[in-house]
C-alpha cells in the first residue's frame, strides 16, 4: 500500500497531537508534532534572556545557525521527543509559561517559519507522515493526500487545557488559561505569514462531541479511503 502524508491542523487545545500520534499509532507512520519545533525555538531565545520587545531586532539568520532541532525516540518506547541542541527538552517546552507566551510570537516570524518549514517538508519526504501544525495543509504540506482541521467548542478547549496543565503540575488557574489560548489563537490566525486556516481540500473535524475513540475511529475510516486511492490496483 502507498504511504500518504496526513496534515492534521486547528487551533491550540483541539487535540490534535492527541489525534495525530494515536492515527499515527494505528497506521505505523510517524508523527510529527511541528509545534513543538516552534516552542523549542522560543525555549532557546527564552535561555537568552530574548522577549517578545526583543524580536524585531535579531538577525535570526545567525541566531538560527545555532539552533539544532532533533526528535529522538526515547528509550523503550515508540515516542518521539525534542531535542535541542543534543538536550531533551521536552518538559521545559510543554511547562514553562514563560515559553508558552513568547511562542506564538516567535512563530510569527517568517525567517523562523522558512527554518521549520524546510525542515518539516524534508522529514516527510518519503510519505508515512501523520504532521500536526497552523500551517501544514495549507503551506507545509499542500500536497497530502489527507487533510484535518480540527475545531472544538472554545469553553471545552479552555477546560482541556486546564486539565492537562492540572495533570503536569501547573498552578494556573482557569482565567489565565483562557486569555492565553484566545491570544494564541488570535496571533496565531492574524498573523501575516501563513496564518492558521482551513485549507480548501481540508475535512472539517468538530470534536466537541466526540470521544477520543470515536475520534480515531472516523479518521483512521478516512485514511484508510486515501491510502486506497492513492495505491495502485495491482499493488493492493
Ligand atoms: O501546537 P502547539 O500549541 O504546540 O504550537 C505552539 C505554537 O506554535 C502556537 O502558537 C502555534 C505555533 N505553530 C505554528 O505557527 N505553526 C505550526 N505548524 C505549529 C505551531
Same mark, same amino acid.
Given at each position: /500500500?502507498?504511504k500518504i502524508?496526513?496534515?492534521i491542523d486547528?487551533?491550540?487545545?483541539?487535540g490534535?497531537?492527541?489525534?495525530?500520534r494515536?492515527?499515527a499509532? &494505528?497506521?505505523?507512520?510517524r508523527?510529527i508534532?511541528?509545534?513543538a /519545533?516552534y516552542?523549542?525555538v522560543?525555549?532557546?531565545?527564552?535561555?537568552k534572556?530574548?522577549g517578545?520587545a526583543?524580536?524585531?531586532?535579531?538577525?535570526w539568520?545567525?541566531l %538560527?545557525?545555532?539552533v539544532?532541532l532533533?526528535? $529522538?525516540?526515547?528509550?523503550?518506547?515508540?515516542?518521539?521527543? /525534542?531535542?535541542?541542541?543534543?538536550e531533551?527538552? =521536552?518538559?521545559?517546552?510543554r511547562?514553562?509559561?514563560?515559553?508558552l507566551?513568547l511562542?506564538s510570537?516567535?512563530?510569527a516570524?517568517?525567517?523562523?517559519?522558512?527554518?521549520?518549514?524546510? &525542515?518539516?517538508r524534508? /522529514?516527510?519526504?518519503?510519505?508515512?507522515?501523520v504532521?500536526d501544525?497552523?500551517d501544514?495543509?495549507t503551506?507545509? %504540506?499542500?500536497?497530502?493526500e489527507?487533510k484535518i482541521?480540527?475545531t472544538?467548542?472554545?469553553?471545552?478547549r479552555?477546560q !482541556?487545557?486546564?486539565?492537562? %496543565?492540572?495533570? $503536569?503540575?501547573?498552578?494556573?488557574?482557569?482565567?489565565?488559561?483562557?486569555a492565553?489560548?484566545?491570544?494564541?489563537d488570535?496571533?496565531?490566525s492574524h498573523?501575516?505569514?501563513?496564518?492558521? !486556516?482551513q485549507?480548501e481540500?481540508?475535512?472539517?473535524?468538530?470534536n466537541?462531541?466526540?470521544?477520543?475513540? =470515536?475520534?480515531?475511529?472516523?479518521?483512521?475510516g478516512w485514511?484508510?479511503? $486515501?491510502?486506497?486511492a492513492?495505491?495502485?490496483?495491482?499493488?493492493?
Amino acid at each position: /500500500m502507498k504511504k500518504i502524508n496526513i496534515a492534521i491542523d486547528g487551533y491550540s487545545s483541539t487535540g490534535k497531537s492527541t489525534l495525530a500520534r494515536e492515527l499515527a499509532a &494505528q497506521l505505523k507512520y510517524r508523527y510529527i508534532d511541528t509545534g513543538a /519545533m516552534y516552542r523549542a525555538v522560543a525555549l532557546y531565545l527564552r535561555r537568552k534572556g530574548i522577549g517578545q520587545a526583543d524580536l524585531g531586532q535579531i538577525l535570526w539568520t545567525d541566531l %538560527l545557525a545555532d539552533v539544532k532541532l532533533a526528535f $529522538k525516540l526515547e528509550p523503550g518506547s515508540d515516542r518521539a521527543v /525534542m531535542y535541542l541542541n543534543g538536550e531533551k527538552v =521536552e518538559k521545559e517546552i510543554r511547562q514553562r509559561s514563560d515559553v508558552l507566551n513568547l511562542v506564538s510570537h516567535v512563530a510569527a516570524v517568517s525567517e523562523v517559519r522558512q527554518f521549520l518549514v524546510e &525542515q518539516q517538508r524534508q /522529514m516527510s519526504h518519503a510519505g508515512g507522515v501523520v504532521m500536526d501544525g497552523r500551517d501544514i495543509g495549507t503551506v507545509v %504540506l499542500p500536497q497530502a493526500e489527507l487533510k484535518i482541521f480540527m475545531t472544538a467548542e472554545p469553553d471545552i478547549r479552555v477546560q !482541556r487545557r486546564f486539565e492537562e %496543565l492540572r495533570a $503536569k503540575g501547573g498552578q494556573e488557574d482557569w482565567e489565565a488559561v483562557k486569555a492565553n489560548l484566545q491570544e494564541r489563537d488570535y496571533v496565531d490566525s492574524h498573523r501575516a505569514d501563513s496564518p492558521l !486556516r482551513q485549507a480548501e481540500d481540508a475535512i472539517l473535524l468538530d470534536n466537541s462531541r466526540l470521544t477520543p475513540q =470515536e475520534q480515531l475511529e472516523i479518521t483512521c475510516g478516512w485514511a484508510r479511503e $486515501k491510502i486506497e486511492a492513492a495505491t495502485p490496483a495491482s499493488s493492493q
